[in-house]
Structures are given as structure tokens and as C-alpha cells.
């Protein structure tokens, strides 16, 4: 092991070589690869742009979209999930979205270990740390997170069909709300993602790309690391469609691997 990293590891209360408790202490895998990506940036902090997507929010108990059979009510997330569907039986879409919104207001679903290790990242990074999100949630800024882009919308606003008038909402929405013109304001399948100049800068200007918790099955997201220069982490239960196109992998739950990654970050950076 580097030294360095040995260092980082010993004063994270982790004292066995990484190889030796990779199946003991799962930290010791996230020092490990941290000090590895800090010896490929050397002297340099660049700005950190990390992609995230529904493995993230797993852990604070909302579903992820293609695991367990990645069916809803029957339906494939590529069959609800767009204009055409909406067209169709916008009951039904509707209904998907006032479940998940209702579902993001209990009680019990709450940001994760990953989620406050990013925004914890945030504010202590001597340069940018951008989240660029999937996810619809508002976790990362329930988090603390401020520099958050959703590029597929947020699951507490509505569009106006319409004039494009974007509005907070946090109660059901269906064809009867305000004028009837509604609709969840959510970047469907067929439709451009948010923001996507500042998102094409935000990824050349990076240096590190960190990428938490998506299945890399759709695009652009799934296109964003090969975009990016410098050094890359994929964070996933398992590996995925773009694994390979990673320089590191870190396998495990996210709140269980980003924790100890960030903190050994954070002490390099002072
Ligand atoms: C854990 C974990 C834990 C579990 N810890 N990990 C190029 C090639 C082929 C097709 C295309 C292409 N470019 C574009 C397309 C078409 C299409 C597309 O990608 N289709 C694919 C099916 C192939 N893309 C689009 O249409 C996009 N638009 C576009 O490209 O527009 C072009 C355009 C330009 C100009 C004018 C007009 C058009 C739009 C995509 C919109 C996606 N929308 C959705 C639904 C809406 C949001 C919502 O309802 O929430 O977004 S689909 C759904 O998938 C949702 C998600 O954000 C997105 C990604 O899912 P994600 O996050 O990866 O979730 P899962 O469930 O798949 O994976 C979870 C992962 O977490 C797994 O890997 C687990 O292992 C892991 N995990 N627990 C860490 N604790």
C-alpha cells in the first residue's frame, strides 16, 4: 500500500492491509480507491462532477426503477415514462408520479450516509463539486447538497403543457388541477434532458467523475463518463452496462462506500 494511504487508512481507524480486509471492513476498499484516484490527480483539486441515479436513494427507502423485475403496476418504466403514455391514460401516469410523490413526503424517507457525504463534499472541495442527478427526489438538497442539476425534472413541481410555466407542488396532480393543463414536471423518454449546455460544460471542466447508483442503461447519462477527462469512480451494488468504461469500481451499498471514499478526500484536501 502507498504510503499515503496508509496514513489516510490508520488515522480512519483502518489497520489491515486493503487486500487482507477487503472482506472485513468494507472502508478499507473505499480508502483504498481513494488514495488511488488522489495519486492520479497528484497536486491537483479539479472541479468533481458525480452522477447520480436511483441506487443512491435506495437506501432511504425509495425504489429503484429495474431492479426487483422493474415493473410498476405491470408496466415497464420505458411504457409510462413517456409523452405517448401520458397521451394515452394520463390517469395512469399520473397516478405513477402522485404515488412517488406522496412516497417522497413519509416520514421515514430521508437522506442516506451517500447523499450527506456529498454534500459534506460540497462544502469542503477547495474547487466545484457539481451533482449532476437522475433522480427526481429532492434528497441530495434535503441532504445539504446546493449544486444539484436534475437533468430528468423534480417530482415536486408541475409544467404547465402549454406555456412551460413550472410550478412547486407537493399534493396529487390529475387533470382536474388549476386549468387542467398539468402535467408532472419530469423529462420523459423521447424528451431533451435539462440544462444540457451547462451540463456538457460541467463535465469537460471536471477532473474526477464520480458516478453513484445507476444501472447506465439510459442515455445521454449513461454516455456522460466518456465525456469526462481525468480520473472516474463507479459506485454500484454490482457491476453494470458501463462498468468497464470506469478507472475504479467500487462495489457495495452507497451509503456504505462513499462515506469513508469522501472522507479520505476531504483530509488530502485540507
Ligand atoms: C445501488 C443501490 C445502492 C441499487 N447503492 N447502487 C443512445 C442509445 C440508445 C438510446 C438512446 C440514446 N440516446 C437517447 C436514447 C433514447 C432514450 C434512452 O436512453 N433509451 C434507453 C432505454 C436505451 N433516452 C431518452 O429518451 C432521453 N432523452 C433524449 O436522449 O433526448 C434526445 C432529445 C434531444 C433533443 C430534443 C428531443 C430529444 C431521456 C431519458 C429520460 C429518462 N427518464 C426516466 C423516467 C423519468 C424520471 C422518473 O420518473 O423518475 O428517468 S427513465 C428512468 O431511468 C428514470 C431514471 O432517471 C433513469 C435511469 O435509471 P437509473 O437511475 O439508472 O435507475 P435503475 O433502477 O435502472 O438502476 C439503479 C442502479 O442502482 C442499479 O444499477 C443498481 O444495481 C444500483 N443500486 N441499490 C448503490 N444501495
Avoid at 468494507?26 to 495519486?39: E, G, H, I, K
Avoid at 417530482?155 to 410555466?165: F, N, Q, S, V, Y
Avoid at 431533451?192 to 460541467?202: G, H, M, S, V, Y
Wanted: charged residues 20%; hydrophobic residues 45%; aromatic residues 6%.
Amino acid at each position: 500500500m502507498h504510503l499515503r494511504s496508509l496514513d489516510i487508512a490508520s488515522s480512519l481507524g483502518v489497520h489491515r492491509s486493503c487486500a487482507a480486509a477487503r472482506h472485513i471492513l468494507p472502508t478499507v476498499d473505499s480508502v483504498c480507491t481513494a488514495n488511488a484516484v488522489l495519486r492520479e490527480l497528484g497536486d491537483n483539486r479539479p472541479p468533481i462532477v458525480i452522477l447520480t441515479g436511483a441506487g443512491i436513494s435506495a437506501e432511504s427507502g425509495l425504489m429503484t426503477f429495474r431492479g426487483n423485475g422493474g415493473l410498476w403496476e405491470g408496466h415497464r418504466v420505458e411504457d409510462v415514462a413517456t409523452p405517448e403514455a401520458f397521451m394515452r391514460n394520463p390517469e395512469l401516469v399520473h397516478r405513477f408520479y402522485n404515488e412517488r410523490r406522496s412516497r417522497l413526503q413519509a416520514a421515514d424517507v430521508e437522506p442516506n450516509a451517500a447523499h450527506m457525504a456529498l454534500a459534506m463534499l460540497e462544502s469542503r472541495w477547495p474547487t466545484s463539486v457539481t451533482v449532476i442527478t437522475q433522480n427526481v427526489d429532492n434528497l441530495h438538497e434535503r441532504g445539504g447538497s446546493a449544486n444539484v442539476i436534475h437533468m430528468h425534472g423534480e417530482l415536486m413541481k408541475i409544467r404547465h403543457a402549454d406555456t412551460g410555466e413550472v410550478r412547486h407542488w407537493q399534493v396529487d396532480c390529475d387533470a382536474t388541477t388549476l386549468d387542467g393543463r398539468w402535467r408532472p414536471h419530469i423529462v420523459w423518454f423521447g424528451e431533451a434532458i435539462l440544462e444540457p449546455e451547462i451540463i456538457t460544460e460541467t463535465l469537460r471542466a471536471a477532473g474526477l467523475f464520480l458516478c453513484i447508483g445507476t444501472a447506465g442503461q439510459v442515455y445521454p447519462a449513461a454516455g456522460f463518463v466518456h465525456e469526462t477527462v481525468g480520473a472516474s469512480v463507479e459506485f454500484n451494488i454490482e457491476p453494470t452496462a458501463i462498468t468497464a468504461a470506469f478507472g475504479h469500481s467500487l462495489h457495495g451499498p452507497a451509503a456504505a462506500t462513499l462515506p469513508g471514499f469522501v472522507e479520505a478526500l476531504m483530509m488530502a484536501a485540507g
